[in-house]
């Protein structure tokens, strides 16, 4: 009896040691892949309802960004400011303007007419300091660049292929694809957008 008592503690205090053993490795191998694991929890959850607003404006926190500095000339709109309506006319019904904004759950608007800025709101916490994500608006903004990189001689000619300027997508489906075709979204890449679509990939 002694003797089975005796393997049973020993067993027992082994089995402690793998559980503390386990543990530790994953305190480890958290702390080392922090922001990676945060990364992949906020792509899983970046459209959640409840996430969202946090999300879009602090995606500088959660993934790699550049920035892109501004020039010395700065354009400022003059403003004009009247209220928005209360109502819009879509699809033959009269709809809320109040009831659009939250069910889209906007965090900003900006109407701009005649080069003027007539209404501008924040909303769900943001303010006129806040960084927002601007998906596909930053296409504009990229193309602009692209316009005035040229014009200074830093890119010959949008004919050229990207890779001559990003190496690094040598051997991707980007290569040989020219930079006017990139400016076009006419690269002939298959873009899966489905971004709840945790095994998206891109394929030509």
Known sequence: MKERKFKSNRI??????M??????????????????????????????????VDNFRNMDRYFDTSTVYRGQSIHRFEYDLIELPDTYRYLGEIRSVNGFLKDTQ????????????TFEKNYNGNSADTKVISWSVVKSIISALIGIAVEEGYIKDISEPVTKYVPSLHGSGYEGVSIKDVLQMSSGIDFNEDYGDFFQISTV
């Open 106 to 117: 906007t965090t900003g608007l900006i109407v701009i007419k005649d080069g003027k800025i």
């Open 12 to 17: 027992g205090r082994i089995d402690k040691k």
């Open 19 to 52: 559980i503390l053993i386990i543990i530790g490795v994953v305190l480890i191998l958290s702390i080392l892949f922090y922001k990676k694991i945060i990364r992949v929890y906020r792509v899983v959850t970046l459209f959640n309802s409840d996430k969202i």
